[in-house]
T-cell receptor, first 114, second 115 residues
Framework: KQEVTQIPAALSVPEGENLVLNCSFT??????LQWFRQDPGKGLTSLLL?????REQTSGRLNASLDKSSGRSTLYIAASQPGDSATYLC?????????????FGGGTRVLVKP | GAVVSQHPSRVICKSGTSVKIECRSL??????MFWYRQFPKQSLMLMAT?????????EQGVEKDKFLINHASLTLSTLTVTSAHPEDSSFYIC???????????FGPGTRLTVT
């Protein structure tokens, strides 16, 4: 069964510290992996998409790595700010093997303290 | 990035009535749209996959006669909650899949409250 896991479920860091968010998935035959941010009561904002052939993607202070062989992706947020407080969701697309849909992890709730 | 809109953002209805939620891809054509439901402090639960011009594919445990999905065009999908009950109160989010690399873009969500 194809599953996505995010540990820890919650994380609290002081402002300025780097954030490291983990995502693990079963079945290395992924098509792509997306990281999202969700603020309370809001929809999801796509942060980064990593295709199967890529090892990392970067956007500003965000960097996401992908290691298919070990079934892991890590989202790094440099120099965290209070505005980074949100829930971060990892989702894997196994394409036709999973009905062309995303499988989500449970999310990591991040609090950046001023 | 691509934009997906949802309307309405909030709706309150009485038990027994039906509610329609619209999902639109504003600047791209989406052959596939998805409908999710989210309970407080939980991750998203996929309800159904909607392909333009064909019947939606519902996830196990989702009543297709209660949650009617129509995907009439490449930019519009609608979810109708029929005969709504208080237990249908939830946050409903849609997403649309663009072309390769098939990134999914999410709408802002619709908060449904059934009284």
């Amino acid at each position: 069964k194809q599953e996505v896991t995010q540990i820890p479920a919650a994380l609290s860091v002081p402002e300025g510290e780097n954030l490291v968010l983990n995502c693990s998935f079963t079945d290395s035959a992924i098509y792509n992996l997306q990281w999202f941010r969700q603020d309370p009561g809001k929809g999801l904002t796509s942060l980064l998409l990593i295709q199967s052939s890529q090892r990392e993607q970067t956007s500003g202070r965000l960097n996401a790595s992908l290691d298919k062989s070990s079934g892991r992706s890590t989202l790094y947020i440099a120099a965290s700010q209070p505005g980074d407080s949100a829930t971060y969701l990892c989702a894997v697309d196994w394409f036709k093997a999973a009905g062309n849909k995303l499988t989500f992890g449970g999310g990591t709730r991040v609090l950046v303290k001023p | 990035g691509a934009v997906v809109s949802q309307h309405p953002s909030r709706v309150i209805c009485k038990s027994g009535t039906s509610v329609k939620i619209e999902c639109r891809s504003l600047d791209f054509q989406a052959t596939t749209m998805f409908w999710y439901r989210q309970f407080p402090k939980q991750s998203l639960m996929l309800m159904a996959t909607s392909n333009e011009g064909s019947k939606a594919t519902y996830e196990q445990g989702v009543e297709k006669d209660k949650f009617l999905i129509n995907h009439a065009s490449l930019t519009l999908s609608t979810l109708t909650v029929t005969s709504a009950h208080p237990e249908d109160s939830s946050f409903y989010i849609c997403s649309a899949k663009a072309g390769p690399p098939y990134e999914q873009y999410f709408g802002p969500g619709t908060r449904l409250t059934v009284t």
